[in-house]
């Protein structure tokens, strides 16, 4: 590649201080490129190549280059080695494998894998395995078969289409025709020949393929084994350097990888039936692990221990010869103290991991733990995750005590790098060798302590699961979790859990003064200020009233939290404070005592977090593995800390996926959360639906106490518009409209008794939702309320049977449904007669309902509204009043006075801008009846000019009374 | 399968980037960022694997060899042998030290093609090729036959880059010396 001007970039580039510069450096240089491949056709071969170079050497430094590929690719036509090279490399390196590019390349690679230039045909051959397109499987397979199984191939040749073979039948298996490879017979007679090659370069590729072939298809392939045999005890045979050459004999091992691949091969099938396959078998894996010595130059040690790692990898597989077990595990053994060895230590604890369900290996391996032990503690972090899952495979009910113990103590370490594995760990053994209940309860507690932040919800759930379902254990855990949530510092997942253990069996311990139900509520009081999740004091808020059902004598305090709450900002929270409160009011004991009864046992599943465990993430690399082919098998017969793939990483991911996959019935508070749902749950609901938000706007300024209200001569509706008070600025009311949406409208308010109203209107129908306060500390009794309508019967309505007393403090509910049949002018009126105080009361109020609250803004342009105004003229259906205002006229407020009686204010209709148009629509069952205003302000005056005219003369008279309004 | 090789230098540097399964170059310098900040904060007391490694799936591993001021990252799933794969890099490592003759990171620099050349003898689409060195250095050697046919203008760079050659042999740093 000797040319200047690359030479001259590269210096350039290396010459750069900093990446800005060498990014103007990089810019320069494609701009010129750029130029030059415009005009492609002047440049010469040598100039292309150099261009490209440089281009894949900008590509290199992390830039995207998004052109000049078409040039690049031209350069596999040519016929020089040199700029077939760098086209082919630029191909693999920039183009993905569904570009479109490269169908344009498919018969150039197609004529160099037929050239008679062994470079050539490899430089091809390496494209296609690289690239391996879907197109290049299709088409040129079989050229590339073709290669690896004629007989005039050289060595060189023939490995790599065997490699290339390989690499398409992973991608496209389906590319080689319908039998796939080793269809028939002769085929798989000229593969097996090719292990018989001279070249071992040549078997090595050939072995590789076949792992790939018996991977989709061990059926096929089963005579493999016995060649295979063959040939690794021709390997380890003393004369073996004498006959394979010394080439390849590498630091003392003769072709360590063609070792490891015939053992890898071996895994996919039983050990051979045949007895002496057999046995020579074993002999030569014996003679490869005990002949594995330390040596001085670490090449050799590491071309030796490849074989030897993957000799026990047999060994395991076999499960069952005890001579190979006892000498691997005395190898692992001597490794693993190799203190200055960390690569050998790795291995050795990974080979342990997957050796440890074999009972034999695993009673020995108790003699390291204590080195094991140690390995959880060494600096680097992937010698800590083999430890730790060796750990945690070998851990069984004797020794789960000592393991999960110095887990724990590890924990306090502040490893963060394996952390969540550790917790995840330590909860399964924790449950599944626990020698007695409490020492799990005692683990799990521990464990939320020490790293509470890496305890996901599925591990408390856990523990409440087991407490429900272990009676004994309760009283137990109920006066643990006490003591743990007294403490001064809890982690919020304590919290939890330590919440809803007391919530379900705090009863047992109520007897002790320590913890009595006071103390018991009391400290779950407190906990509220200490999370900060919503969830936890969702949690917290229902276990203060499962104690209230268990002791009553606490239940003003509770009473008075969940007060607290109806009015948090958290809709979960709010609601279940609200539907709490309302079975705590009296009469609904028998109801509180069924939604709070002690939760029914937990049906016995498998806990979630083995199954997660178990549940391996399937990584879909190349050949699947022969262990991952037998775990598959033995899916169903699993059980036991032993399985062959429990990965860090099944464990890792399972973590993250646990908490999005709990079902319901799983969860215990969502089970509480089923039970309550008959409880009315739309009150905390917000405002009232659409409709009714922008009357309220004036509506919300501070209503008046019916006494007043009656002495101001009210009727219309002026009152129900803040009482003749100054409409409150623009932007007050737009606060005015938010407080109202939460908390609803306050129609009559006394000492005694407050009464709110929410509105949403619906076509002709409004709901309104009314909630009676009792103020007082005595309880309101004989409480009635009705609706009556004033003067013509427009209106139906249904209304809900209240309660008939309301408890201090207390609030119910009633729901009004009213549907107007036709224009009424007064609003519907409100009675209520009740005793309280030990005197009887009736109060009057109205309703917040007038007729303009069924009506719906209409924007039109000046046009349509005259031609409207045009048509109407005269009595009855155009009323025309004529009034002075109280105060100055302000025409903003007087827009949003037309607009809160539900009218569109106009802009630009009424040629003076003084005045103020507006247009509306209504139906009540009798069709669109269109109205249409226009207010006329003299503001020297103070005088407006009111006219109203819509096709319906009872409307018209009707709508006379937006000059109350202003 | 070997999923990508990274040689990096010690100030992350990439010297040489090769992955056998396509990525977009964010996601391949992204790559490259943490494999380097990974692996530069290992202390060379520790062991040559690395796994868990965000950037890539599950079950990949790193394995890698530090020679002078260069790192090796070879990026495998779990069917290969961890120590066959040192051994590789090795192979590797000696193949290019023919090659150049005492390999420094300069020839890493200057001559990609040479490099990309080796590698391609060594591993093909993710897949071990060759381990045997002198089969790589033949198949390398053969190519010179080929490319013989070089243009008057090449050769008289050739020639004006050899007189340069002093200047940067005096970079070069001896490979072999720490090879481990």
């Given at each position: 590649?000797?040319?200047?001007?690359?030479?001259?970039?590269?210096?350039?580039?290396?010459?750069?201080?900093?990446?800005?510069?060498?990014?103007?450096?990089?810019?320069?240089?494609?701009?010129?490129?750029?130029?030059?491949?415009?005009?492609?056709?002047?440049?010469?071969?040598?100039?292309?190549?150099?261009?490209?170079?440089?281009?894949?050497?900008?590509?290199?430094?992390?830039?995207?280059?998004?052109?000049?590929?078409?040039?690049?690719?031209?350069?596999?036509?040519?016929?020089?080695?040199?700029?077939?090279?760098?086209?082919?490399?630029?191909?693999?390196?920039?183009?993905?494998?569904?570009?479109?590019?490269?169908?344009?390349?498919?018969?150039?690679?197609?004529?160099?894998?037929?050239?008679?230039?062994?470079?050539?045909?490899?430089?091809?051959?390496?494209?296609?395995?690289?690239?391996?397109?879907?197109?290049?499987?299709?088409?040129?397979?079989?050229?590339?078969?073709?290669?690896?199984?004629?007989?005039?191939?050289?060595?060189?040749?023939?490995?790599?289409?065997?490699?290339?073979m390989l690499r398409l039948l992973r991608k496209y298996p389906d590319a080689f025709g319908e039998d796939g490879i080793g269809g028939n017979q002769d085929q798989r007679d000229s593969l097996y020949d090719l292990l018989e090659d001279p070249s071992l370069g040549v078997v090595t590729a050939t072995m590789s393929l076949l792992i790939g072939l018996v991977s989709h298809n061990p059926e096929l392939w089963t005579d493999s084994?016995?060649?295979?045999?063959?040939?690794?005890?021709?390997?380890?045979?003393?004369?073996?350097?004498?006959?394979?050459?010394?080439?390849?004999?590498?630091?003392?091992?003769?072709?360590?990888?063609?070792?490891?691949?015939?053992?890898?091969?071996?895994?996919?099938?039983?050990?051979?039936?045949?007895?002496?396959?057999?046995?020579?078998?074993?002999?030569?894996?014996?003679?490869?692990?005990?002949?594995?010595?330390?040596?001085?130059?670490?090449?050799?040690?590491?071309?030796?221990?490849?074989?030897?790692?993957?000799?026990?990898?047999?060994?395991?597989?076999?499960?069952?010869?005890?001579?190979?077990?006892?000498?691997?595990?005395?190898?692992?053994?001597?490794?693993?103290?190799?203190?200055?060895?960390?690569?050998?230590?790795?291995?050795?604890?990974?080979?342990?991991?997957?050796?440890?369900?074999?009972?034999?290996?695993?009673?020995?391996?108790?003699?390291?733990?204590?080195?094991?032990?140690?390995?959880?503690?060494?600096?680097?972090?992937?010698?800590?995750?083999?430890?730790?899952?060796?750990?945690?495979?070998?851990?069984?009910?004797?020794?789960?005590?000592?393991?999960?113990?110095?887990?724990?103590?590890?924990?306090?370490?502040?490893?963060?790098?394996?952390?969540?594995?550790?917790?995840?760990?330590?909860?399964?053994?924790?449950?599944?060798?626990?020698?007695?209940?409490?020492?799990?309860?005692?683990?799990?507690?521990?464990?939320?302590?020490?790293?509470?932040?890496?305890?996901?919800?599925?591990?408390?759930?856990?523990?409440?699961?087991?407490?429900?379902?272990?009676?004994?254990?309760?009283?137990?855990?109920?006066?643990?979790?006490?003591?743990?949530?007294?403490?001064?510092?809890?982690?919020?997942?304590?919290?939890?859990?330590?919440?809803?253990?007391?919530?379900?069996?705090?009863?047992?311990?109520?007897?002790?003064?320590?913890?009595?139900?006071?103390?018991?509520?009391?400290?779950?009081?407190?906990?509220?200020?200490?999370?900060?999740?919503?969830?936890?004091?969702?949690?917290?808020?229902?276990?203060?009233?499962?104690?209230?059902?268990?002791?009553?004598?606490?239940?003003?305090?509770?009473?008075?939290?969940?007060?607290?709450?109806?009015?948090?900002?958290?809709?979960?929270?709010?609601?279940?404070?609200?539907?709490?409160?309302?079975?705590?009011?009296?009469?609904?004991?028998?109801?509180?005592?069924?939604?709070?009864?002690?939760?029914?046992?937990?049906?016995?599943?498998?806990?979630?977090?083995?199954?997660?465990?178990?549940?391996?993430?399937r990584v879909s690399t190349t050949d699947r593995t022969a262990a991952q082919i037998k775990s598959e098998q033995n899916k169903d017969d699993e059980d036991g800390p032993q399985t062959v793939d429990l990965s860090a990483s099944a464990v890792k991911s399972s973590a993250s996926r646990a908490k999005s996959q709990l079902s319901p019935s799983q969860n215990p508070h969502n089970d509480l959360l089923d039970l309550t749902a008959?409880?009315?749950?739309?009150?905390?609901?917000?405002?009232?639906?659409?409709?009714?938000?922008?009357?309220?706007?004036?509506?919300?300024?501070?209503?008046?106490?019916?006494?007043?209200?009656?002495?101001?001569?009210?009727?219309?509706?002026?009152?129900?518009?803040?009482?003749?008070?100054?409409?409150?600025?623009?932007?007050?009311?737009?606060?005015?409209?938010?407080?109202?949406?939460?908390?609803?409208?306050?129609?009559?308010?006394?000492?005694?008794?407050?009464?709110?109203?929410?509105?949403?209107?619906?076509?002709?129908?409004?709901?309104?939702?009314?909630?009676?306060?009792?103020?007082?500390?005595?309880?309101?009794?004989?409480?009635?309320?009705?609706?009556?309508?004033?003067?013509?019967?427009?209106?139906?309505?249904?209304?809900?049977?209240?309660?008939?007393?309301?408890?201090?403090?207390?609030?119910?509910?009633?729901?009004?449904?009213?549907?107007?049949?036709?224009?009424?002018?007064?609003?519907?009126?409100?009675?209520?007669?009740?005793?309280?105080?030990?005197?009887?009361?009736?109060?009057?109020?109205?309703?917040?309902?007038?007729?303009?609250?069924?009506?719906?803004?209409?924007?039109?342009?000046?046009?349509?509204?005259?031609?409207?105004?045009?048509?109407?003229?005269?009595?009855?259906?155009?009323?025309?009043?004529?009034?002075?205002?109280?105060?100055?006229?302000?025409?903003?407020?007087?827009?949003?006075?037309?607009?809160?009686?539900?009218?569109?204010?106009?802009?630009?209709?009424?040629?003076?801008?003084?005045?103020?148009?507006?247009?509306?629509?209504?139906?009540?069952?009798?069709?669109?009846?269109?109205?249409?205003?226009?207010?006329?302000?003299?503001?020297?005056?103070?005088?407006?000019?009111?006219?109203?005219?819509?096709?319906?003369?009872?409307?018209?008279?009707?709508?006379?009374?937006?000059?109350?309004?202003? | 399968?070997?999923?990508?090789?990274?040689?990096?230098?010690?100030?992350?540097?990439?010297?040489?980037?090769?992955?056998?399964?396509?990525?977009?170059?964010?996601?391949?310098?992204?790559?490259?960022?943490?494999?380097?900040?990974?692996?530069?904060?290992?202390?060379?007391?520790?062991?040559?694997?690395?796994?868990?490694?965000?950037?890539?799936?599950?079950?990949?591993?790193?394995?890698?060899?530090?020679?002078?001021?260069?790192?090796?990252?070879?990026?495998?799933?779990?069917?290969?042998?961890?120590?066959?794969?040192?051994?590789?890099?090795?192979?590797?490592?000696?193949?290019?030290?023919?090659?150049?003759?005492?390999?420094?990171?300069?020839?890493?620099?200057?001559?990609?093609?040479?490099?990309?050349?080796?590698?391609?003898?060594?591993?093909?689409?993710?897949?071990?090729?060759?381990?045997?060195?002198?089969?790589?250095?033949?198949?390398?050697?053969?190519?010179?036959?080929?490319?013989?046919?070089?243009?008057?203008?090449?050769?008289?760079?050739?020639?004006?880059?050899?007189?340069?050659?002093?200047?940067?042999?005096?970079?070069?740093?001896?490979?072999?010396?720490?090879?481990?």
């Open positions: 590649m000797a040319m200047r001007g690359l030479t001259q970039f590269i210096g350039d580039i290396r010459n750069c201080a900093n990446k800005e510069e060498e990014r103007k450096r990089v810019d320069k240089e494609m701009a010129n490129i750029r130029k030059h491949f415009k005009e492609a056709t002047k440049l010469t071969a040598y100039q292309k190549k150099k261009y490209v170079w440089k281009m894949l050497y900008i590509y290199v430094l992390g830039y995207e280059v998004d052109f000049g590929h078409m040039e690049a690719l031209n350069l596999i036509t040519a016929q020089g080695y040199s700029e077939k090279m760098v086209g082919y490399l630029a191909c693999v390196l920039l183009l993905s494998e569904t570009n479109e590019f490269l169908r344009l390349i498919i018969n150039s690679v197609k004529n160099d894998l037929m050239s008679a230039n062994e470079e050539i045909q490899g430089l091809a051959l390496a494209c296609v395995a690289n690239v391996g397109g879907r197109e290049f499987a299709e088409t040129l397979a079989g050229d590339v078969q073709r290669i690896l199984l004629s007989n005039h191939s050289r060595p060189q040749a023939r490995k790599k289409a065997a490699l290339c084994v016995n060649k295979c045999c063959k040939l690794l005890s021709k390997l380890n045979h003393p004369n073996a350097a004498k006959e394979f050459g010394q080439e390849y004999v590498y630091y003392k091992t003769i072709n360590p990888w063609l070792q490891v691949k015939i053992l890898r091969l071996l895994q996919y099938y039983p050990p051979p039936e045949r007895h002496e396959v057999h046995t020579k078998l074993c002999d030569v894996l014996l003679h490869i692990i005990s002949d594995a010595q330390m040596q001085k130059n670490v090449n050799t040690n590491n071309s030796a221990h490849s074989v030897v790692f993957e000799a026990i990898n047999y060994v395991i597989h076999m499960e069952t010869n005890k001579e190979l077990i006892s000498s691997a595990v005395s190898m692992l053994g001597q490794r693993m103290t190799a203190s200055n060895q960390p690569n050998y230590r790795y291995l050795a604890l990974d080979a342990m991991q997957r050796m440890s369900h074999i009972p034999d290996a695993a009673q020995q391996f108790k003699k390291h733990q204590e080195t094991i032990i140690k390995s959880l503690k060494d600096n680097d972090v992937s010698l800590r995750r083999r430890a730790l899952d060796v750990l945690y495979s070998m851990c069984d009910s004797k020794n789960s005590e000592q393991v999960v113990g110095e887990l724990l103590d590890y924990l306090q370490g502040g490893d963060y790098a394996i952390r969540e594995e550790l917790v995840l760990r330590v909860a399964i053994l924790a449950e599944r060798f626990s020698p007695n209940l409490q020492w799990y309860v005692d683990t799990i507690l521990k464990l939320m302590t020490l790293a509470g932040d890496y305890v996901s919800d599925h591990i408390w759930m856990r523990v409440v699961q087991i407490v429900t379902n272990n009676e004994e254990l309760q009283l137990y855990a109920a006066e643990t979790c006490y003591r743990s949530l007294k403490s001064e510092s809890v982690h919020e997942s304590m919290i939890k859990c330590g919440g809803y253990i007391l919530g379900e069996f705090g009863h047992h311990i109520a007897h002790k003064n320590e913890t009595s139900p006071d103390n018991q509520f009391m400290i779950l009081k407190e906990k509220f200020h200490a999370c900060e999740q919503w969830e936890t004091k969702q949690i917290l808020i229902s276990s203060c009233v499962k104690l209230v059902n268990v002791h009553p004598q606490i239940k003003g305090a509770v009473v008075e939290l969940l007060k607290k709450h109806t009015t948090t900002i958290d809709a979960e929270l709010q609601q279940r404070a609200i539907e709490y409160l309302a079975l705590t009011a009296p009469g609904k004991e028998t109801m509180l005592e069924t939604v709070l009864d002690v939760m029914p046992n937990f049906p016995e599943r498998e806990s979630i977090l083995t199954k997660k465990i178990k549940e391996r993430e008959e409880e009315p749950s739309h009150m905390g609901g917000g405002g009232g639906g659409g409709g009714g938000g922008n009357l309220d706007d004036l509506l919300g300024a501070p209503s008046q106490p019916a006494a007043t209200q009656k002495s101001q001569n009210l009727g219309g509706l002026d009152d129900l518009l803040g009482g003749g008070s100054p409409p409150p600025p623009a932007h007050g009311a737009q606060q005015g409209s938010l407080m109202d949406d939460m908390l609803g409208l306050g129609i009559y308010e006394d000492p005694i008794i407050n009464v709110q109203a929410q509105l949403a209107v619906q076509g002709n129908v409004a709901k309104i939702l009314l909630r009676y306060t009792n103020k007082s500390f005595s309880e309101i009794s004989a409480f009635k309320t009705a609706v009556q309508q004033v003067k013509i019967p427009a209106m139906l309505f249904q209304v809900q049977d209240a309660a008939t007393s309301i408890a201090p403090n207390a609030t119910i509910t009633q729901q009004v449904q009213m549907q107007a049949k036709t224009y009424f002018s007064e609003p519907p009126k409100l009675a209520l007669s009740f005793s309280a105080q030990g005197s009887p009361r009736q109060v009057t109020t109205w309703l917040p309902v007038h007729v303009c609250k069924f009506q719906q803004p209409v924007t039109c342009n000046k046009d349509q509204y005259f031609a409207v105004w045009g048509k109407i003229t005269g009595a009855p259906n155009e009323s025309v009043n004529v009034f002075k205002s109280p105060r100055p006229i302000v025409r903003t407020d007087v827009e949003n006075v037309v607009k809160t009686i539900n009218y569109s204010a106009l802009q630009g209709v009424d040629p003076n801008p003084n005045n103020v148009c507006g247009a509306a629509k209504i139906n009540l069952g009798a069709g669109d009846v269109y109205c249409v205003i226009r207010l006329e302000i003299d503001s020297a005056q103070q005088a407006y000019k009111l006219t109203v005219k819509t096709n319906n003369a009872q409307v018209t008279r009707e709508g006379g009374w937006g000059c109350n309004a202003l | 399968m070997i999923k990508g090789i990274l040689v990096i230098n010690n100030h992350g540097k990439p010297r040489l980037t090769k992955f056998y399964e396509h990525l977009p170059v964010e996601r391949q310098q992204q790559m490259i960022r943490e494999c380097f900040t990974l692996i530069s904060k290992r202390s060379d007391r520790v062991c040559n694997f690395l796994e868990d490694v965000g950037a890539w799936s599950k079950d990949t591993k790193l394995v890698y060899r530090v020679y002078a001021t260069l790192y090796f990252i070879f990026v495998v799933d779990g069917s290969e042998s961890e120590l066959g794969i040192l051994d590789l890099i090795h192979v590797f490592v000696e193949s290019l030290d023919h090659v150049f003759e005492n390999v420094c990171e300069l020839d890493l620099i200057f001559h990609t093609d040479k490099v990309h050349h080796i590698l391609d003898e060594i591993v093909m689409g993710g897949m071990v090729l060759e381990t045997n060195l002198q089969e790589i250095l033949t198949a390398v050697g053969g190519v010179d036959h080929v490319s013989k046919g070089m243009s008057d203008e090449q050769v008289k760079e050739q020639e004006e880059l050899e007189t340069k050659g002093s200047k940067v042999a005096s970079a070069k740093l001896k490979l072999k010396n720490q090879l481990r």
